[in-house]
């Protein structure tokens, strides 16, 4: 019966989809013909601006100190987060193409939703981009593929498209409260993107909540090949996310210090997750899932301390455990999740994002109230922690007061913001698929015929769906 | 009786191959060995030269402008352009390894070429390389690589190094014409590369123009794993293209606004690809070729502008405009293309290279033609149009009609070379393929063996063939 | 018989895998916590050591010289070797997933290994890291990551920890003694990663002979996708490796120069390989497994002398002569190695890696023999040779043989080192799949289920192994 209310969904999106791109489309080309205008330093005045400030080289132009870093960044968003979702048997161009639209569109909007909030020149009511932007469009950005971990499968594209314009607005606006009101230091994100983004996703994913999802079994898993794409997924996360934690830290030693860091936790991530897969399952044999996912975990969590004087031991230390607790959370709390709380996570992100980043925004907190002048000197405790507008007798334990607070704002956001969207999209309007088309890329892509000798899953499963519709 | 003129064509390439190959290579060592040196910056006197030129530091070396741009654009080259070209469900070994060929030797023909026209020191007769020479030489094979995409699966790789031999050739005179003697500017290639590139390719491909390729039907399509495979190649090309149009851009300023500006279009490209992708299918649903490729035309089309002042939205609107354009291309255009115009385009380079490259000479030849002081400021706008030996007094709109022309000598090189090289090409002795075995990794590659019970594609269609041949 | 001794190995490494990694990475956290530190210029004094030295801008700091060469170099240690060794048919998992654990693993070995030999601070015990203590780190993994394509599918993952273990505990040694007691210069490693580590694997292969290794046969060769994944490996390490031989070299010049001679020694090689890859196989088809490694070869080669005047003509002539030799090496080298010294070398890394080190060092010695002032002037020729502890009255001739000493202590090392590891590798307590187990992903991994009409390679081998063992 269920199932027949399902049978009914109109999955066609010939006219939804293309209206949203375009609409949406001539409102960023609007928006940013007011709003948006070069930096100082992308401008043509830049000569000018560099004798003013007495910089003494082009090479001192901020480009050179982030952009390695942004194009790092930059491949995270569109190559790791698209085939990470690679694993699943038949929806690889759902996990590389939607990736890659909803990225394109959420770069757009979050330079103008963090431009107006944190970045406006209420001079000349513009905001005015440069590198720096760029790279904080594509954080804002990463909140939103993190949720579409938690729904990968289940939605449309429209529905995708969406959450993300929902999903950055909330962005921004929980951005501003922790860095520019709490004066919360974030430069990874444990809290701002991680925790955000994997409660915005896992919100809406029990708004959705699909009790017969039991009908698209057959397309749930991975098959070999499958496996191996998400690897590349996997690996160029793993291997760019120093650049991602260190990307907008401070220039010299900030920037050096949050990569040593983030090298480091993720090391002993993948020793622990690959310890942890062995043990839970029978014979010692690992588990890809594990591998593909857990190793990342370290990279979360030590995303708001990336920065601090953590300490190399210390960065060890919270990958260590980060390996455990994600590893064992797929083995455990996943299931526990879909069971009890109704909440279906495709991806497992509550693993690799929700408890990462909640640790990673306890250690920023304890890392934060325990910085001292003798660990970091006069100058560099000022440098590390400062923040337009923070008071300046702002003690550590202050500041992780306020790290805590940030924690929590940003638990709030994805929660209240998750449900509230999530209600929006469960609206009869937006061509999601039935319970028994899910994780199907044939819904929404011309999927190329095979080889008459060669019968593909795809056919299989039609000829499986025919059957039960027969009963 | 096509098909039998077909049949005995010889397509053993053991011993052509091999020597050229070798004697090529022993060629460049020759002229290597008297033509090209280390320049100033990467030979052991840099520390005098540093003295005189007054440089206070070593991260002054343009190797550190340069260097991050390059590895991109180098992974463009061979990652992005080859597996791009991996959709085909069996030439995938042809479309990754002639890539790698061509581009491996054409690198180095392209250092001398470009060296010989852009780079003499006239004063020892030598060419000084460096950082920048690389990316140059890399832009240079990207020209060629272009080209591949008209005839794909449908020429010998003998036949490929020659057609690189003469388009590094062709190039080198063009770039020297539209860069040094008209003084257009063209940092990200529109017109250099691109248009030249693509009008090079189809010309080719029209003289080499297959009647009977319906032969080879059976293998002109994708199977699912290639298709992703090929999203590892346009994924590359896309995150990487800021780095592609702003590696050559001046110090500062220029790969600043270049990256933005190419990271804007190329953001817009992909939702007006999607819409229109969407729009022109049944039921609404995406095609892969359109999500490969079209949302890569915005790269294309800012490539002239992208160190001018197109402004933010400028480039949106740029992008904007080239996903509807490239798409419709590939729905419309591409079969008229083949079926009136007798051009097999297999990549469909027309519609992502031709004409958004014309498209962005275009928008260069404008807004350099609008440029003011008022925008650039005065030392902003020499610095941006500045180049060897321009005349001081050229004014915004000479600098534009200029560009215009430079627009046009990119297309005549391009089509007037294509056709004599297609001619030069279709002498009989290059050990191209028959119409019926196009398409098809087993001519030049040693193909693995498949398992028994998992019957190839390639047994599939040599069975095929066998009973075609018994008629 | 031999195979009834094999049935009876154990396999399960439930609690082997566990334990070492738990244990392991609980000593890197002691180790680091009592010896690593941030150093000078990633530590929050930096500003103050700014001040001290007299330096005037952020950009100056190490972090921005090195780190894009990092980046490409992690690049290369994770998905350049792990997808390089995809090429099987079923042990991409093994390939890609143990590359990643045991590197992951040995760079935090290596940070405290080279640390105490190389970067020990004998005033308060402290080893201070940066960011080149990361790329040396990484480099001593490579070493480790060559051994493991000689042993590739034939041991457990415990096995490898135990490789890895003792491989960075040599390589920190030999690299000492080669770098600062003999003063030789090996920016690229050539002797110090190439021709060690290839030299261990090999003895360790040596010593681990599988006299039955054919009843695996059916496992040993490649499948389609396989080896398009496997040239993603390939192109990541060739594309990258300018970046691996100049990421230490010194600034300026130095990296300017390693990253140009690699970029056309890699030219070369593909060139060469292509045309003996065609020479000798009939029809003159090309073989995947020589455009996989060959092509590589002339990056190993150049190593050594990368930093040096080897000039532009020097390096192609290094690369056209290693791709000739790699590619014969794979078709009449190996096999002998197999059938007469009983070297089973899975990915031919004697081809790959053994040979063109020893090229390479050989390479190194000469050029550094032949270096003159007049070619790289007084300050250059210091700055080059540099190293701390050198006489200052060392001849170019001294250090020439002073290079060739370092490439018989790197031999020395990796056969010496491989013997005596391989012996403890053969206790039969390590887990190690028995030989009609080997290069099966299915002995250490969970692998998805195939769709019942998709019989799989696996299930067919399974078949073939039940009906052996019931005979």
Same mark, same amino acid.
């Given at each position: 019966?269920?199932?027949?209310?399902?049978?009914s969904?109109?999955?066609?999106?010939?006219?939804?989809?293309?209206?949203?791109?375009?609409?949406?489309?001539?409102?960023?080309?609007?928006?940013?013909?007011?709003?948006?205008? $070069?930096?100082n330093?992308?401008d043509?005045?830049?000569?000018?601006?560099?004798?003013?400030?007495? *910089?003494?080289?082009?090479?001192?132009?901020?480009?050179?100190?982030?952009?390695?870093s942004?194009? @790092? &960044?930059?491949?995270?968003?569109?190559?790791?987060?698209?085939?990470?979702?690679?694993?699943l048997?038949?929806?690889?161009?759902?996990?590389?193409?939607?990736?890659?639209? /909803?990225?394109?569109?959420?770069?757009?909007?979050?330079l103008?939703?963090?431009?107006?909030?944190?970045?406006?020149?209420a001079?000349?009511?513009?905001?005015k981009?440069?590198?720096?932007?760029?790279i904080?469009?594509?954080?804002?950005?990463?909140?939103c593929?993190?949720?579409?971990?938690?729904?990968?499968?289940?939605?449309?594209?429209v529905?995708?498209?969406?959450?993300?314009?929902f999903?950055?607005?909330?962005?921004?606006?929980?951005?501003?409260?922790?860095?520019? &009101?709490l +004066?919360?230091?974030?430069?990874?994100g444990?809290?701002?993107?991680?925790t955000?983004?994997?409660?915005?996703?896992?919100?809406?994913?029990?708004?959705?909540?699909?009790? =017969?999802? $039991?009908?698209?079994?057959?397309?749930q898993?991975? &098959? $070999?090949?499958?496996?191996?794409?998400?690897?590349?997924?996997?690996?160029?996360?793993?291997?760019?996310?120093?650049?991602?934690?260190?990307a907008?830290?401070?220039?010299?030693?900030?920037q050096?210090? #949050?990569?040593?860091?983030?090298?480091?936790?993720?090391? #002993?991530?993948?020793l622990?997750?690959v310890?942890?897969?062995?043990?839970?399952?029978e014979?010692?044999?690992?588990?890809?899932?594990?591998?593909?996912?857990?190793?990342l975990?370290?990279?979360?969590?030590?995303?708001? #301390? #990336?920065?601090?004087?953590?300490?190399?031991y210390?960065?060890? /230390? &919270?990958?260590f455990?980060?390996g455990?607790?994600?590893?064992?959370? $797929?083995?455990?709390?996943?299931?526990?999740?879909?069971?009890?709380?109704?909440?279906?996570?495709t991806?497992?992100?509550?693993?690799l994002?929700?408890?990462?980043?909640?640790?990673g925004? *306890?250690?920023?907190?304890?890392?934060?109230?325990?910085?001292? =002048?003798?660990?970091?000197? =006069?100058?560099?405790?000022?440098?590390?922690?400062?923040?337009p507008?923070?008071?300046?007798?702002?003690?550590?334990s202050?500041q992780?007061?306020?790290?805590?607070?940030?924690?929590?704002?940003a638990?709030?956001?994805?929660?209240?913001?998750?449900?509230?969207?999530?209600l929006?999209?469960?609206?009869?309007?937006?061509?999601?698929p039935?319970?028994?088309n899910?994780f199907d @890329?044939?819904?929404?892509?011309?999927?190329?015929?095979?080889?008459?000798? +060669?019968?593909?899953v795809?056919?299989?499963?039609?000829?499986?769906?025919n059957n039960?519709?027969?009963?």
């Amino acid at each position: 019966m269920g199932n027949c209310f399902g049978c009914s969904k109109n999955t066609n999106i010939r006219l939804k989809l293309p209206a949203v791109c375009l609409i949406w489309e001539i409102a960023m080309i609007i928006l940013f013909g007011f709003f948006i205008r $070069y930096n100082n330093e992308a401008d043509p005045h830049w000569n000018m601006h560099k004798k003013t400030k007495n *910089i003494s080289s082009d090479i001192e132009n901020d480009f050179y100190f982030r952009y390695p870093s942004f194009q @790092d &960044v930059h491949v995270m968003i569109f190559v790791g987060f698209g085939f990470l979702m690679t694993f699943l048997k038949r929806y690889s161009f759902g996990a590389v193409g939607f990736n890659f639209l /909803i990225a394109a569109f959420g770069i757009q909007w979050a330079l103008l939703m963090q431009g107006w909030f944190s970045f406006f020149d209420a001079t000349d009511w513009k905001i005015k981009i440069g590198v720096e932007n760029l790279i904080n469009a594509d954080f804002c950005v990463a909140g939103c593929l993190i949720a579409y971990g938690a729904v990968l499968g289940k939605v449309s594209p429209v529905q995708l498209l969406v959450m993300t314009l929902f999903g950055v607005t909330l962005y921004a606006v929980e951005e501003f409260i922790i860095l520019h &009101v709490l +004066h919360a230091k974030d430069a990874g994100g444990s809290m701002v993107i991680h925790t955000f983004g994997a409660y915005y996703g896992l919100s809406i994913s029990w708004v959705l909540y699909r009790p =017969e999802l $039991y009908q698209s079994k057959r397309l749930q898993g991975s &098959v $070999y090949h499958s496996d191996v794409f998400a690897m590349i997924g996997t690996l160029f996360l793993w291997m760019f996310w120093p650049s991602f934690n260190s990307a907008i830290s401070y220039h010299g030693d900030g920037q050096h210090r #949050a990569a040593i860091n983030t090298y480091l936790s993720l090391a #002993a991530t993948v020793l622990t997750t690959v310890a942890i897969s062995s043990l839970t399952k029978e014979k010692g044999k690992l588990d890809m899932v594990h591998i593909q996912n857990s190793t990342l975990a370290g990279g979360v969590a030590v995303g708001t #301390a #990336a920065e601090f004087m953590l300490m190399p031991y210390g960065s060890l /230390i &919270v990958g260590f455990l980060c390996g455990i607790i994600s590893t064992l959370g $797929y083995v455990y709390i996943s299931p526990f999740l879909e069971s009890k709380l109704k909440i279906q996570d495709t991806c497992g992100i509550h693993n690799l994002h929700a408890m990462p980043g909640l640790i990673g925004g *306890i250690v920023g907190a304890v890392t934060a109230a325990c910085a001292t =002048e003798g660990v970091y000197g =006069e100058e560099g405790l000022m440098l590390v922690f400062e923040s337009p507008g923070r008071p300046l007798n702002m003690t550590p334990s202050l500041q992780g007061s306020h790290q805590a607070a940030g924690l929590c704002v940003a638990l709030i956001f994805g929660i209240g913001g998750g449900i509230i969207v999530g209600l929006i999209l469960k609206l009869p309007i937006w061509g999601d698929p039935t319970d028994d088309n899910c994780f199907d @890329d044939e819904v929404y892509w011309e999927i190329p015929e095979e080889d008459d000798n +060669h019968p593909s899953v795809l056919e299989f499963s039609s000829h499986m769906r025919n059957n039960h519709q027969g009963v």
